[in-house]
């Protein structure tokens, strides 16, 4: 089920996103991680928008597409999920899964914590238009916006 398939984590090289990377090369998948923690694939600031379109470029001369897409970073802010995301769509295969995780310090304060706070409530409104925002035809398909 999951051979030829190609998994893009961000933040996966310690915590959840590991665990998620070493469950998916269990099951045979190739796994592509961008963490600015070195790692075995692509070490870089996802913050950083020319990163991202290296690590892109890198995922799609590799393997040609992606098949799961975790986004596991969280100490980043709302525009990394965004632009990855739309970085990768047009090599989204068939049937693609999207994964934004995201702390409940959305729901949650903590004093000193408002800009965490904020990006982490910014990740779930993603998520959520991402499923609701249909591609124009009301079919369910993952969808972005124009930016300019």
């Known amino acids: 089920m999951f051979k030829d398939k190609v998994t893009v984590i961000t933040g996966g090289v310690q ?3 590991k665990a998620i990377a070493e469950e998916f090369r269990a099951q045979g998948t ?7 923690q070195p790692n075995d694939y692509f070490t870089g600031d996802i913050g950083d928008e020319q990163t991202l379109t290296a690590f892109v470029g890198k995922v799609i001369q590799d393997f040609d597409h992606v098949d799961y897409f975790i986004h596991n970073a969280l100490q980043v802010g709302i525009t990394a999920p965004f632009y990855l995301t739309k970085l990768l769509l047009p090599h989204f ?9 995201f702390s409940s310090r959305d729901r949650m304060s903590q004093p000193q914590a408002e800009s965490y706070t904020a990006a982490k409530g ?6 959520h238009a991402m499923v609701v925002s249909p591609g124009g035809e009301g079919d369910g398909k993952l969808y972005f916006p124009r930016l300019d």
């Open 15 to 17: 915590g959840i996103g």
């Open 122 to 127: 910014g990740v779930l409104a993603l998520t």
């Open 93 to 101: 295969a068939p049937g693609i899964a999207v994964i934004n995780i």
């Open 30 to 36: 190739s796994v592509c991680i961008i963490d600015k």
